[in-house]
């Protein structure tokens, strides 16, 4: 098992729970995020869940200014691989906002710095995003790529930017992990999602409107070819989605030649977004008023994950149910109606 580990954007929604994993598993972290877009009190609350030994490195991956101080960091620190969260993630913003999504530096100064510490072992945290329209569901690694959007094609860049690494030195150990939809919190109700200003994503804004933040949700279309007509997703609990990582790594702790392989992290069933308000309903015993609304830009019918290569390879496989999802986000959402503000 590889032992000292950076997890940049580690105090975000889905880094925070990857950091109480590897900790619960044995590792050392070193946290690197400029709390942009997250908040402090999530690495207090890791540091409550899982004691253990966790530095914090306060920089931005994609400040030049700030690169050595990163690649020292990394270097001091000992690690023996990361894990690369950092980024932006909002579909809607990368449109208006390209600049801001294409810090393809960001993942650049993280590789100088595993360089530089001599530890060529690195988890990317990819999309199914990746994955174009015209793919079979339950879609496969190999299914087509096209994102839709510039975030979407930031991960895609990525991924293939690490690829070329491995070619070029056989001593990387790269692992694209492609996610289908994280949603939930951990089981403590400590960590979880708090994203900033009205939710994009459809779970976020279902616990604001059960919890009375937000009077209803809009429902993106319902003449989908679907069985109700709502768009269907792979949700995925995101500590499932966490011990994902911690399999990736122990996998490539294992491997005695180098590559890059994508895998996807999903359950492999889909649900439709009436199913899924109606799961968080029984979860948190509170109305979810709603309405059909017209489509939205870019979504698709209906993705699921053929989960089958992180099976053989990771030896993972997603735990926890919709039910399991929809009772921890909202517990997660109820005892923090603010997020960490509360
Ligand atoms: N939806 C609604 N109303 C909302 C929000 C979403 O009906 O207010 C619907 C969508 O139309 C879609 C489903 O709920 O059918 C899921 O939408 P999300 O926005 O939650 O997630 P997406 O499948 O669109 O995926 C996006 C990004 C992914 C990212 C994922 C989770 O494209 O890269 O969000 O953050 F991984």
Redesign the pocket.
């Known amino acids: 098992m590889t032992k000292k580990i950076v997890v940049t954007g580690g105090a975000g929604y889905i880094g925070s729970h990857v950091c109480v994993e590897l900790i619960n598993a044995g590792c050392e972290i070193l946290i690197i995020d400029d709390f942009s877009n997250t908040h402090p009190e999530a690495v207090n609350r890791i540091r409550e869940i899982a004691p253990g030994n966790i530095s914090l490195l306060q920089c931005d991956l994609a400040n030049a200014a700030q690169a050595e101080e990163i690649i020292e960091g990394v270097k001091a620190f000992g690690a023996d691989g990361a894990i690369h969260l950092a980024g932006l ?1 909002a ?1 809607g913003e990368s449109v208006a906002e390209p600049a801001r999504y294409y810090t393809v530096s960001a993942m650049l100064t993280l590789v100088r710095a595993l360089e530089a510490a001599n530890a060529r072992t690195l988890v990317f945290s990819s ?3 990746v994955y174009g329209e015209l793919n079979d569901n339950p879609v496969k690694e190999d299914g087509k790529t096209g994102p ?2 510039p ?2 094609r930031t ?1 895609l860049f990525i991924e293939e930017i690490l690829k070329d690494l491995s070619r070029g030195n056989e001593n990387w150990r790269i692992v694209n992990l492609r ?5 939930g919190a951990h089981p403590s109700g400590r960590i979880g999602e708090d994203p900033n200003g009205v ?8 616990a604001q409107v059960a919890v009375g933040r937000r009077d209803k ?5 319902d003449d ?1 070819t679907t069985r109700d007509g ?4 792979d ?1 995925i609990h995101v500590s499932d989605l966490a011990r994902g990582h911690v399999a990736a790594l122990d996998y490539l702790s294992a491997q005695k030649t180098g590559g890059a392989t994508d895998i996807n992290l999903g359950t492999g069933t889909g649900y ?2 009436l199913e ?1 308000i109606s799961a968080f309903k029984r979860a948190s015993n509170r109305d979810i008023p ?1 309405e059909i ?1 017209p ?2 830009d ?4 209906e ?1 699921y994950a053929n989960a089958e290569l992180a099976k053989t390879l990771l030896g993972w496989r997603a735990e926890k149910t919709i039910e399991d999802m929809c009772a921890d986000h909202w517990r997660w959402q109820s005892d923090n109606p603010d997020g960490y503000e509360s």
């Open positions: 993630k579909v999309s199914a995003t839709e959007n975030y979407g991960k996610y289908f939809n994280p949603v939710p994009n994503n459809l779970f976020p804004f279902i949700l809009m429902v993106f279309g989908y709502t768009g269907v997703r949700y439709s977004v899924a709603y609304a489509r939205r870019g979504d698709v019918a993705i």
